[in-house]
Every structure is written in C-alpha cells, then in structure tokens.
C-alpha cells in the first residue's frame, strides 16, 4: 500500500475519532436539556479531548498493526503518536472550521436574502 493512502485512512481515522467525540458530545447535551438542566461543554473539553485522542490512538494502531501489517514496533509508535497528537489540530482546522464557517457563511446568504428582499432596489443594495 503506498504511504499517501496509508497516511490518507489514518487522518481519516482521526477525524472519525473527533466526529465519535462530537456525537457523544451532542448526545450528552441533549439528555441533559430533556432533564432540564444545562450541559457546559468547556467544562468537559479535557475529557472529550482525551477521548478523541485515545480513539485516534487505538484506530491508527489498529490499523497500522492489522491492515498495514506494519512489524517494526518503533514505527508503529512514533506514527500512531504523530495522528492521535494531531487530534487538536485537525479538530481546529477542519471540524471547528467546516461548523463554525458554515454557520457564519449560512448566516451572511440568509442576511443577504433577507436584506435584499425587503428592499425596493435590491440591484444598487448588492455588495
């Protein structure tokens, strides 16, 4: 299997790792809002980020030693080290971006729409 496909599943497996944590996350949220109480997720976010860690851990490792059917012990730690301490990282960078952009730019297009459709010359009201 060539490297680019090896080190393509392994941050796909981290970004399951973070999206299993997120579910989590969400799932924990809800039931404490059906209880009636409120759920702090920066109260949490030590835990959420050692759960996305060692998921990520075990899921590279797993695949490494199983899939890959790499032998060589140091090899297998120092890269299931380098995926599962990127866990931070690509959860910054790709699922904070992708929610927090998406949401911001849904919001723009719906304030655009929304401006421009209450206007009486939506043409000279265009950015």
Avoid: H
Avoid at 1 to 29: D, F, G, Q, R, Y
Avoid at 48 to 61: Q, R
């Amino acid at each position: 299997m060539p490297e680019w496909v090896v080190a393509l599943i392994c941050v796909a497996i981290v970004i399951v790792a973070i999206l299993i944590t997120s579910l989590v996350k969400v799932i924990m949220k809800k039931v404490a809002e059906k209880d009636g109480g409120t759920f702090d997720c920066k109260k949490w976010e030590y835990l959420y980020g050692a759960i996305s860690f060692l998921l990520s851990a075990a899921g590279v490792y797993c695949f490494l030693t199983f899939f890959v059917k790499m032998t060589d012990v140091n090899e297998i730690i120092k890269t299931t080290a380098l995926y599962a301490g990127s866990v931070q990282t690509i959860y910054l960078f790709i699922v904070q971006l992708i929610r927090k952009g998406g949401k911001g730019l849904f919001g723009l297009i719906l304030k655009l729409f929304t401006s421009l459709k209450t206007s009486k010359d939506p043409i000279k009201e265009l950015p």
